[in-house]
Nanobody, 120 residues
Framework: QVQLVESGGGLVQAGGSLRLSCAAS??????MAWFRQAPGKERDFVAG????????YYADSVKGRFTISRDNAKNTVYLQMNTLKPEDTAVYYC???????????????WGQGTQVTVSS
């Protein structure tokens, strides 16, 4: 079973930036993605990346502000978040799966989540 360890969350003012990291155990390469869940809301797709990093895809709400990338030598995926808004406040989860997708059902393993709070 793949273990995922996320880091990089925190408190930032609106307009600021944060970079999230998610390290996966083992050497197998998977499709990886970030989701987020705000209090009282469903878990939503944020960004995804194919195993070879050729394909990336984003939710409309973060296009142009967030960038997903990966370092396969470290089996780590990153989420660079710029121009953060208060509505980006949520717990952010890393996930891995065999087939890239925007639905949570595409992913079989999840990290513990990291809190991102954007103050206005």
């Amino acid at each position: 079973q793949v273990q995922l360890v996320e880091s990089g969350g925190g408190l930032v003012q609106a307009g600021g930036s944060l970079r999230l990291s998610c390290a996966a155990s083992g050497r197998a390469l998977y499709a990886m993605a970030w989701f987020r869940q705000a209090p009282g809301k469903e878990r939503d797709f944020v960004a995804g990346i194919s195993p070879n990093a050729v394909r990336t895809y984003y939710a409309d709400s973060v296009k142009g502000r967030f960038t997903i990338s990966r370092d396969n030598a470290k089996n780590t995926v990153y989420l660079q978040m710029n121009t953060l808004k208060p509505e980006d406040t949520a717990v952010y989860y890393c996930a891995v799966g065999f087939v890239p997708g925007t639905g949570a059902g595409s992913y079989s393993n999840w990290g513990q989540g990291t809190q991102v709070t954007v103050s206005s």
